[in-house]
C-alpha cells in the first residue's frame, strides 16, 4: 500500500487528515463504512469466491466420460474396505497381517477410482516449482514434465486477478503491473529455495525464505519504488484466506468429536485472554494493538488470525509486520523440537499429534511435524488446527466489538456507535465462512460431492493460496526494514509476550490434550490407533 490516496479498509485510519504521513499513521482498517465495491476486504471476497466458482464449475463440468461408473466402483471399494476393517478389529495373528495387506491393496485401487470420478483441468496449467537435489532446473521439471506452463498459468491468473482488484479500488494499475512481475519472480525463487532436498528434509517453508528473500532487499539495497505499488500484503493474504475457507470444512469439526473441540475451543481462548492481559498489565507493552495482534497471532492460527485481528484492532502495518515475523519464524523452531520431545517421552501419536495441532501456528509446520510422528499424528494434528482455524472469525468480531466497547472511548468517556462493531469487522472473513459453508455442504452430499471437493481444492485453490500467501511474505519483507521495528522491539518485549503466550499454550493445550484422550475419552484414542493397524 503505497498510494497515499488508496481509500481502502487496508490503508490509514488518518484518511481525514492527509496531511499525516502514511508511514505514521497508516492502520490495517478505517472506521468508516466501505462499499461493495470500494473496499479491499470486499474485492478479496469477490476474487476469492470467484476463482473458487470458477475452478468449481470446470471440475464439474469437466467430468470425465467414465466418471458415473468410477463412482460406483469409488462406494463398492468403500464397502468392501469398511467391511475389512470390520473383520481386522477382532482378528489377531496371520489372520490380522492378512487382512491388513488385503486393505492396503484396495485402498490403492479406491485411490485411483477416486482420482477418476472428478478431474480438475486447471491443474495442469497451475503449478508451483518442485523439488531439486543439485540442479535447480529440475525444479522446473518435475518427474520428467514440463512444469513452465504451469508456471505461466499461476502468474496470468493471479496477475489478472489482482489486477482487477487493484483498478476496482482505483489504484494504478500500470504501475502495480511492473512490481507485480518481480514480486512474483521473487516469490518463484522463494519456492525454489524450499523445494531443495537438504532444505526441505529441515522442513524450511516457501514462507520463511519469502520472508528472507524481501528482508535481504528491503535491508540491503532498499526496496525500489517501483515495487512498492505491488506490495500489498494484506490483499494478497486476505484473498487467500476466503480460498482457505474452501478447505476448512465443517466435517472436520466432528472428525475427533468433543476432544478435539475442546482442545481447539477452550484453551484456544483461555491463552488468548491471558496473553492480552499478560502483556498489558504485567509487560505493559505500550501498543494495545500490537499486543492483541501477537496474543492472537501465538494463540489461534498464526498469519491468518493476525491479518483478521489487525484489521478489527486498527493495528499499525508495522505492528503487524512483527507479529507475523513471530509467526514464521517460531514454527520453524517448534516442528522440529516438538516431535523428538514427543519420541524421547514415548508419548502416543494421538497425544502427541493433538498438542502439535494446538500449539504450532502454521498449518504447513504442523503437516510437517506430525508426519515426522506418523500418519496417526498428522491426522490429529491437521484436524484440530482446522478446527482452531474455525476461530478466525469468531476471533476477529470478538476483538472488533471489545475495540469498539471498551478500548476506543472519546474525550467525553463515550464510547463508539455500536454499528462500529460491524465498520471494523474485516469483511474478508465473510468471505471465508461463505466458502466454508458452501464446500462443506457439497462436500456433505455425497461421496461424489466430496470427490468434486477434493478435485477442487487438490486441483487449484491450494495452488492459488500458496501464491498469495508466498506473495504476501515476499511483500512483508519488502516492507519491512529493522531501523524502524527498532522502537517495537524496545526492551525485548513483544518478543517476550510471544515466548510467555507460547509456554503457556503448550502446557495448557498438553494438559488439555491428556485429559481429553487419555482420560475422559480414552475410546477415541485406542479406536484412532488401531485405524493405523
Given at each position: 500500500?503505497?498510494?497515499?490516496?488508496?481509500?481502502?479498509?487496508?490503508?490509514?485510519?488518518?484518511?481525514?487528515?492527509?496531511?499525516?504521513?502514511?508511514?505514521?499513521?497508516?492502520?490495517?482498517?478505517?472506521?468508516?463504512?466501505?462499499?461493495?465495491?470500494?473496499?479491499?476486504?470486499?474485492?478479496?471476497?469477490?476474487?476469492?469466491?470467484?476463482?473458487?466458482?470458477?475452478?468449481?464449475?470446470?471440475?464439474?463440468?469437466?467430468?470425465?466420460?467414465?466418471?458415473?461408473?468410477?463412482?460406483?466402483?469409488?462406494?463398492?471399494?468403500?464397502?468392501?474396505?469398511?467391511?475389512?476393517?470390520?473383520?481386522?478389529?477382532?482378528?489377531?495373528?496371520?489372520?490380522r497381517k492378512a487382512l491388513t495387506a488385503r486393505m492396503k491393496e484396495v485402498d490403492e485401487t479406491l485411490q485411483k477410482a477416486r482420482s477418476g470420478v472428478y478431474v480438475n483441468p486447471l491443474k495442469p496449467w497451475l503449478a508451483k516449482p518442485g523439488g531439486w537435489k543439485a540442479n535447480p532446473l529440475a525444479a522446473f521439471w518435475p518427474k520428467g514434465?514440463?512444469?513452465?506452463?504451469?508456471?505461466?498459468?499461476?502468474?496470468?491468473?493471479?496477475?489478472?486477478?489482482?489486477?482487477?482488484?487493484?483498478?476496482?479500488?482505483?489504484?494504478?494499475?500500470?504501475?502495480?503491473?511492473?512490481?507485480?512481475?518481480?514480486?512474483f519472480l521473487l516469490a518463484t525463487f522463494a519456492y525454489l529455495l524450499a523445494g531443495q532436498a537438504v532444505v526441505k528434509q529441515y522442513n524450511l517453508e516457501y514462507a520463511l525464505w519469502a520472508l528472507i528473500v524481501g528482508l535481504l532487499i528491503s535491508n540491503t539495497a532498499g526496496t525500489p519504488a517501483f515495487l512498492k505499488p505491488a506490495c500489498q500484503t494484506e490483499f494478497y493474504i486476505k484473498t487467500g484466506l476466503v480460498i482457505l475457507g474452501a478447505e476448512v470444512?465443517?466435517?472436520?469439526?466432528?472428525?475427533?468429536?468433543?476432544?478435539?473441540?475442546?482442545?481447539?475451543?477452550?484453551?484456544?481462548?483461555?491463552?488468548?485472554?491471558?496473553?492480552?492481559?499478560?502483556?498489558?498489565?504485567?509487560?505493559?507493552?505500550?501498543?494495545?494493538?500490537?499486543?492483541?495482534?501477537?496474543?492472537?497471532?501465538?494463540?489461534?492460527?498464526?498469519?491468518?488470525?493476525?491479518?483478521?485481528?489487525?484489521?478489527?484492532?486498527?493495528?499499525?502495518?508495522?505492528?503487524?509486520?512483527?507479529?507475523?515475523?513471530?509467526?514464521?519464524?517460531?514454527?520453524?523452531?517448534?516442528?522440529?523440537?516438538?516431535?523428538?520431545?514427543?519420541?524421547?517421552?514415548?508419548?502416543?501419536?494421538?497425544?502427541?499429534?493433538?498438542?502439535?495441532?494446538?500449539?504450532?501456528?502454521?498449518t504447513g509446520a504442523v503437516a510437517a511435524a506430525g508426519g515426522l510422528l506418523g500418519e496417526v499424528a498428522l491426522k490429529v494434528a491437521a484436524t484440530i488446527k482446522m478446527i482452531q482455524n474455525i476461530l478466525i472469525g469468531v476471533t476477529a468480531f470478538c476483538v472488533a466489538t471489545y475495540w469498539t466497547l471498551v478500548v476506543e472511548k472519546d474525550s467525553s468517556g463515550q464510547r463508539p456507535d455500536v454499528m462500529e462493531i460491524w465498520y471494523r469487522f474485516p469483511k474478508f472473513v465473510i468471505g471465508f465462512i461463505a466458502a466454508s459453508i458452501v464446500f462443506s455442504l457439497i462436500a456433505a452430499s455425497g461421496s461424489s460431492g466430496e470427490l468434486l471437493v477434493n478435485a477442487v481444492t487438490g486441483g487449484a485453490s491450494k495452488t492459488l493460496r500458496g501464491w498469495m500467501f508466498c506473495l504476501a511474505f515476499v511483500s512483508i519483507g519488502l516492507e519491512t526494514n529493522f531501523r524502524q521495528l527498532s522502537q517495537q522491539l524496545a526492551g525485548g518485549k513483544p518478543l517476550m509476550l510471544y515466548v510467555c503466550g507460547q509456554s503457556l499454550n503448550l502446557c495448557l493445550t498438553l494438559w488439555m490434550a491428556w485429559l481429553m484422550f487419555e482420560k475422559v475419552f480414552p475410546n477415541v484414542t485406542e479406536s484412532l490407533l488401531q485405524s493405523a493397524g
Open positions: 500500500m503505497d498510494d497515499n490516496d488508496d481509500k481502502t479498509p487496508s490503508d490509514s485510519s488518518a484518511d481525514v487528515n492527509a496531511s499525516v504521513p502514511a508511514s505514521e499513521s497508516e492502520v490495517v482498517t478505517q472506521t468508516k463504512p466501505p462499499g461493495l465495491l470500494a473496499s479491499e476486504d470486499w474485492w478479496a471476497v469477490w476474487l476469492g469466491c470467484a476463482l473458487l466458482l470458477a475452478t468449481l464449475l470446470l471440475t464439474w463440468l469437466g467430468a470425465p466420460a467414465d466418471s458415473r461408473e468410477n463412482l460406483t466402483q469409488v462406494r463398492t471399494l468403500q464397502s468392501e474396505l469398511a467391511d475389512l476393517e470390520a473383520q481386522r478389529s477382532s482378528a489377531a495373528g496371520a489372520d514434465k514440463n512444469g513452465l506452463p504451469g508456471l505461466a498459468g499461476a502468474f496470468v491468473v493471479l496477475l489478472i486477478s489482482f489486477a482487477i482488484g487493484n483498478a476496482g479500488l482505483g489504484r494504478n494499475v500500470f504501475r502495480f503491473i511492473p512490481g507485480f512481475c518481480i514480486i470444512l465443517m466435517a472436520q469439526l466432528f472428525a475427533l468429536g468433543l476432544p478435539g473441540i475442546c482442545i481447539a475451543w477452550i484453551v484456544t481462548p483461555v491463552v488468548l485472554i491471558s496473553t492480552y492481559l499478560f502483556g498489558q498489565y504485567v509487560l505493559r507493552i505500550p501498543s494495545r494493538s500490537l499486543n492483541m495482534v501477537i496474543s492472537a497471532d501465538m494463540s489461534v492460527c498464526g498469519v491468518s488470525a493476525a491479518i483478521a485481528t489487525a484489521a478489527a484492532c486498527k493495528a499499525k502495518k508495522e505492528e503487524l509486520s512483527l507479529a507475523i515475523r513471530m509467526s514464521v519464524s517460531f514454527p520453524v523452531i517448534m516442528m522440529l523440537v516438538m516431535p523428538a520431545i514427543i519420541d524421547a517421552v514415548g508419548m502416543n501419536a494421538v497425544l502427541g499429534g493433538a498438542w502439535l495441532g494446538g500449539t504450532i501456528d502454521s
